[in-house]
């Protein structure tokens, strides 16, 4: 394997994944297309005023549809999402869902362990062969009793590398490797479906299309046997949904409101835009803010009309087991937030934990009747502007001390589970993975450079954050907690905004 080093330890069969053939095909994805990939990333830099291209209208009123999909993604009425790790995977394969995400972006830390055996994990999990023992001798296999979803990967976004694997001598594109190991050792058992995270607009979809086309021709699979869906959670991509789904229309599958991340990118594209770009409280801005439900109309209408399917936001309530009144609270909200995308024409939505499947199922299928998807609901009066997709104000809602405090609160706690493995985090009943840790330190950082007050009249500075984040540091023991808390001052705090607190995160790990 010449050029190619693995840098990381060993990780119990990894062998089996990191073949030679396997290495040299991730390699050889990461020579042709990494510095493609280079030059969008440096691209994003280059901040435009937003609004739907000119260049591209001759996409948005042509007439063409992706293809047709295939039967495991026409019914998609409930998606159940997780990182790879063993008991978690065989849990979700026996939830009952109709799709698996099986995350190895927002909810799965890179240590160089995860990324590995993420990749055995979904290599038995494709043959069915997957089974778990705890340490206290409890067994997880699968049931033949439930339906098994299919499973859908989620690779990192562009802007991760792997530092644990070198081409060249450099370090590989982190979402090359995820998907390239994937696609490598289960193409040949078909279904090879695809989460895209973070994308910024047409051109980094038209680089995965290419990505998609090379890797089918190199292992001789049929073109347009993978199947993508693209998270909608950058605030350029929302100007661009139509686009993304033409450039991947050979494989596309559909599009997703990832409703965190956009709430994060709205921040951050518009952190030093002044007052009126500058958000209230995470909590107070729910899916019925009129620029969110801008968001969501427009992405249902944009999938029925080119024969994508509209898949709805992750439900972040979680039950308690051991809290009938919790659990009673998260049922509710997740009722409602389930019945507000079936009504709204979603073909399935997202939710968290096994114990929300029956709920999620129930709500869609008193929408859907005998039909798989609603990909026949095509709202025609719905016709969205740029003008409302930017009207943040609209969320009304007020920052609060109680949000200040939550927002340091949740951050640092995710960056200690960050640190130590696990990167979707159950903190306060609510599931919390990346993205709702990037909108806390954002928020933070937009707060104090546009010189916000709190509704109590207390101005926000970096002062009354760093005291919060010491009140905060005073009830939290864990082996990461001091790296958490240095960590998430100088993202929140920093004067040059880190686009993606990961990255800096990265480097304490890898």
């Known amino acids: 394997m010449s050029g190619v080093r693995v840098l990381g330890g060993e990780v119990e069969r990894g062998d089996e994944v990191l073949t030679p053939d396997a290495l040299e095909f991730v390699a050889g994805l990461h020579r042709d297309f990494a510095a493609t990939r280079d030059e969008l990333l440096a691209r994003r830099r280059e901040r435009r005023p937003l609004g739907f291209l000119d260049e591209t209208r001759h996409v948005r009123e042509g007439d063409w549809r992706v293809a047709e999909a295939p039967e495991p993604l026409r019914d998609r009425r409930v998606e159940i ?66 339906h098994r979803p299919a499973i859908v990967v989620r690779p990192r976004g562009w802007h991760l590398p792997e530092r644990h ?80 789904l033409h450039e991947l229309r050979d494989h596309a599958s559909g599009l997703n409101a990832g409703r965190w991340d956009y709430l994060f990118s709205i921040i951050k594209y518009f952190r030093d835009a002044g007052p009126d770009a500058v958000l209230p409280d995470r909590n107070s801005i729910t899916m019925t803010a009129p620029f969110m439900r801008a968001y969501t109309e427009l992405l ?28 009673a609270r998260a049922l509710e909200k997740v009722r409602a937030d389930k019945s507000r995308e079936a009504g709204d024409g979603f073909d399935g939505s997202w939710v968290a934990h096994p114990d929300l499947v029956p709920v999620c199922r129930e709500v869609f299928d008193a929408r859907l009747g005998d039909r798989p998807n609603q990909l026949d609901v095509l709202r025609p009066e719905v016709s969205v502007t740029a003008d409302q997709l930017l009207a943040f104000s609209s969320a009304g809602g007020a920052a609060t001390r109680a949000g200040l405090e939550s927002a340091v609160d949740v951050g640092v706690r995710y960056l200690m589970s960050w640190l130590g493995g696990n990167g979707a985090a159950a903190i306060h009943n609510l599931m919390e993975d ?55 001052e100088r993202v929140a705090l920093s004067d040059d905004f880190v686009d993606f607190l990961t990255l800096p995160a990265y480097e304490r790990i890898a």
Not at 190 to 203: A, T, V
């Open 300 to 327: 249902v209408r944009t999938c029925h009309k080119r024969g994508a399917f509209a898949i709805g936001g992750m439900a972040a309530f979680i039950p308690n087991r051991r809290d009938p009144e919790v659990t």
């Open 165 to 244: 694997l070198e081409v060249d001598g450099r370090p590989a594109v982190g979402a090359l490797v995820d998907f390239g190991l994937h696609f490598f050792h289960n193409a040949a058992l078909g279904r090879p479906y695809y989460y895209l995270p973070k994308m910024e607009g047409h051109l980094e979809a038209r680089l995965w299309n290419d990505v998609f086309t090379a890797a089918q021709e190199r292992l001789g699979v049929p073109h347009g046997t993978i199947r993508a869906t693209v998270l909608i959670e950058t605030i350029p991509a929302a100007f661009e949904m139509e686009e993304i």
């Open 434 to 488: 990346a993205a709702t840790a990037e909108i806390s330190r954002s928020q933070l950082w937009q707060w104090v450079h546009n010189d916000v007050v709190l509704d109590d009249g207390t101005p926000v500075t970096a002062e009354l954050v760093r005291t919060v984040l010491a009140e905060v540091r005073r009830g939290l023991a864990g082996e990461h907690v001091g790296t958490a808390v240095e960590l998430f």
């Open 81 to 146: 999402t997780g990182p790879t790790e063993r008991k978690m995977t065989v849990n979700a394969l026996n939830s009952g869902a109709r799709v698996w995400l099986a995350d190895l972006e927002d909810a799965n830390t890179p240590h160089w362990h995860n990324v590995v055996s993420g990749q055995v994990n979904l290599y038995d999990a494709a043959r069915g062969t997957i089974a778990f023992t705890s340490p206290e001798g409890r067994h997880y296999a699968l049931r033949d009793d439930v």
